[in-house]
Structures are given as structure tokens and as C-alpha cells.
């Protein structure tokens, strides 16, 4: 009887550390509006408010550290943070490595050039030329698949913006609802391609096979969010809608 009493405490007591961590996110904060260093000093964005708000329904505490996108993942197994939230597309090569949580955005790569640019007109133009990407992202992928093209990355996507009004690169490959903000605000850039992105959406990643349970709970708050009208909110919050 004792022996039974014993193991139910030890249970309890290791739910209860579970329900009480603190979990890690990394994220790059380079990519607005999803996520960005505000005027604070914080690390802000849509991805953010909505993990705060899975946060609320599943129950757990979370904490944001930035690191480079290209070395969340590795970040990820090391054990550094517990997950990512980086507007992070769920593809089949990184799914190898991580489990994704439910879609929460779709997105295109959108292609986008100088508004004084004439020659380019097409993705068959762009052999040979130098193409702006964001380090360690699906459009990194396609820039290199591109024969001829010299690929030329940046640690976040605003340097490659930067690169292209500089005439340091001819075309900058971004999502399409990372770059038609960029639009908005910049009126001597066009875009001129839009395509499908070959992956399952944004996705946030825990560690491949780690803890199935929590992230089922996680996917419940996501739907929840979804269908309560907060994520619509979020949406109209961050100009996504």
C-alpha cells in the first residue's frame, strides 16, 4: 500500500513539473510581421501574440530567445530551446528532423525586383543574375536551383531588401506576406513573380518525437484560437488579412 502510495506521489509530482516548465522558443525576430525586435528592445510579432495565446488554453509558460534562423533546428536538438516559432515552412527535408504543429499560415515565394528594372520579366531571365535570399530559408533553396544564378544571403531578410535598392543583387526571393509588406512601404520595388513554395504551410517545430502528448494539447489551443476569432484578429492586427 505504501509502494502504491509512493508512485502516485512520484506521478504528481512529475506532472506537476511538467505543467510548471518554462519552455524555450527561439526565433530570429528578422521577419515581420511574424516576428521583429520592437521599439523595447522585445521580441514581437504575429507568431508571438499567437503563442501567447495557444499559451492561455494549453496551459504553459514560455520564454523567447533569438537565434539565427539558420541555427534554430540545430538549436532545436541540442536542446537549447524546446521549440520554434520563426514563420518556419514545414518541409518534407525538415520534417526529418522535427515535428511540426498544424498549419497556421500559408504563404508564396513572391519574387521581387527594382521598380526601374525593365529587363527582368520572367524566373528563365534570372540565370546569371544575383539573387537576395534570407539565410536558411525555403527561398535559399529555390535561389540556389536557379542555374547560373549567384545566391547571395543575408541573416535576416531586410538586408537582402537593403542589397537589392543598393544594386548588390538584381532579384530578392521572400514569402509573399513577408514581401508585400515590404511593398507597402517601399514604392521603387515591384514584385513580378508569385509561386507555390513546395512546402505545408508555417508551422511551429518541437523536437522530433520528444513529447507527443504537449503537442497534441498545443494543437487543440491552435484550433481553438482558430475557431474563437482571436487568430482572425491577429490577422487584421499584423495587416495578414
Known amino acids: 500500500m505504501k509502494n502504491i502510495f509512493k508512485i502516485a506521489i512520484a506521478i504528481l509530482l512529475t506532472v506537476a513539473t511538467i505543467n510548471a516548465k518554462e519552455i524555450v522558443i527561439g526565433s530570429d525576430a528578422e521577419y515581420p510581421p511574424f516576428e521583429y525586435i520592437d521599439e523595447n528592445g522585445k521580441i514581437a510579432g504575429f507568431d508571438i501574440d499567437l503563442i501567447g495565446e495557444i499559451s492561455k488554453i494549453a496551459g504553459f509558460e514560455y520564454k523567447f530567445i533569438k537565434v539565427g534562423f539558420d541555427a534554430l533546428i540545430p538549436a532545436l536538438k541540442a536542446g537549447k530551446i524546446d521549440a520554434i516559432a520563426a514563420a518556419m515552412s514545414a518541409t518534407p527535408e525538415r520534417k526529418k528532423s522535427v515535428d511540426f504543429s498544424d498549419p497556421y499560415f500559408f504563404t508564396k515565394n513572391l519574387y521581387l525586383k527594382l521598380a ?32 547560373g544564378a549567384k545566391v547571395i544571403p543575408t541573416e535576416g531578410i531586410a538586408g537582402s531588401i537593403m542589397n537589392l535598392k543598393a544594386g548588390k543583387v538584381d532579384v530578392v ?61 491577429l490577422l487584421i492586427k499584423y495587416d495578414l488579412k
Open 116 to 147: 526601374t528594372n525593365n529587363s527582368i520579366t520572367n524566373k528563365e531571365q534570372l540565370s546569371k543574375l544575383k539573387i537576395g535570399v534570407m539565410l536558411g530559408t525555403v527561398q535559399e533553396g529555390v535561389a540556389h536551383a536557379i542555374k
Open 173 to 233: 526571393i521572400v514569402d509573399s506576406s513577408v514581401g508585400f509588406g515590404y511593398l507597402k512601404k517601399n514604392s521603387d520595388i515591384i514584385s513580378f513573380l508569385e509561386e507555390a513554395d513546395g512546402s505545408d504551410g508555417f508551422a511551429f517545430a518541437f523536437d522530433k518525437g520528444k513529447d507527443s502528448e504537449f503537442l497534441a494539447k498545443f494543437n487543440a489551443a491552435l484550433k481553438e484560437v482558430k475557431e474563437n476569432g482571436t487568430y482572425d484578429k
